[in-house]
């Protein structure tokens, strides 16, 4: 059985590979840029564009299963082609804001809401993962930790739940390798709800420094998230994602039980994480 997993350069993807490999399943990937991709040399690594679902009929030759990543972009022309192969079972990252009933303006849960009932209604087996707030959002910490010890914030006090992406991985992998969990919807957080100042500090001891937070105005974090976002900034997207963080001050962030219900244990912490990501901050 040939599994591909697309987005096998992101953090998500790159953990869903290499778990595969160490279980020794028969994978192929797939990136946009195969050549700067840095994926091992013994991965088998196609060129493929979501956006262009006809760059996928190579790739998914023989495949029987597909780590997704979520696009809304030429998702139905994706899941023709698939088709075509003979995909029995799609595994797509999603996010709990598909899970949760909420808002439909808001721009991050219609994008996976469109995968998701795309996926659906495809006729092709599926698996929803879920997660809310990833750990690696805090990389975008990472700069001004190495440069200045600072981390620049408007509601340090904001909570969240946030998951190793090992744990997202590590869900999907049991999913591809196991049977029974076709149109099962996993919904994966971490296991504690903690403050983006704590965050910061347990980045703080995992690379032993000692970190300050800088509060800032929503006006100063509006800028820099539009920077970060780059191409795929918008003012609809980063006021969303400010509302969201803003709505979070002093609200513990939801707990859920994907992690334990696959995995049988408890999610990794965020100081595990920390501690997994101390070169990305030392310097
Ligand atoms: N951040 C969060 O808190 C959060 C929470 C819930 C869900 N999510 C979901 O998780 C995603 C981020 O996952 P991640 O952190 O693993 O990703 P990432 O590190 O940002 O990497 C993005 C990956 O997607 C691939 N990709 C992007 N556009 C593509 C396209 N048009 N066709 C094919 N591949 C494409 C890239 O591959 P190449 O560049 O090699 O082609 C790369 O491997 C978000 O977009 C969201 O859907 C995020």
Do not use: C
Not at 87 to 102: F, T
Not at 177 to 206: C, F, M, P, W
């Amino acid at each position: 059985m040939t599994i591909l997993v697309t987005g096998a350069t992101g953090n998500v993807g790159g953990s869903v590979l290499q778990q595969l490999l160490q279980t020794g399943a028969q994978i192929r990937a797939t990136s946009r840029n195969p050549l700067t991709a840095g994926l091992p040399e013994s991965v088998d690594v196609r060129a493929a564009d979501l956006a262009d679902p006809g760059s996928f009929k190579e790739a998914l030759e023989g495949v029987e299963k597909v780590f997704l990543f979520p696009s809304p972009a030429g998702i139905e022309g994706f899941l023709e082609v698939a088709k075509a192969a003979n995909v029995r079972h799609i595994v797509a990252l999603s996010s709990l804001a598909a899970a949760y009933p909420g808002d439909n303006d808001s721009p991050v849960r219609m994008m996976h809401l469109t995968v998701e009932h795309a996926i659906e209604k495809s006729g092709i087996d599926w698996t929803f993962v879920q997660p809310g707030a990833f750990a690696t959002n805090t990389l975008a910490w990472a700069r001004s930790i190495r440069q200045d010890g600072v981390v620049r914030l408007p509601f340090p006090d904001s909570q969240s739940s946030p998951i190793h992406e090992y744990d997202i991985a590590e869900v999907a992998v049991a999913v591809l390798l196991n049977d029974g969990h076709t149109s099962a919807k996993y919904r994966l957080t971490g296991g504690e709800s903690i403050t983006q100042h704590r965050q910061v500090d347990l980045i703080g001891e995992a690379v032993g420094r000692s970190l300050r937070v800088e509060v800032q105005t929503r006006d100063e974090a509006y800028e820099d998230l539009l920077k970060q976002f780059g191409q795929f900034g918008s003012a609809k997207l980063v006021n969303s994602l400010l509302d969201m963080t803003e709505a979070a001050v002093d609200h513990p962030g939801d707990l859920e039980t994907g992690v334990q219900d696959v995995l049988g244990r408890e999610p990794r912490t965020f100081a595990e994480w920390a501690v997994d990501h101390k070169a990305d901050f030392a310097g």
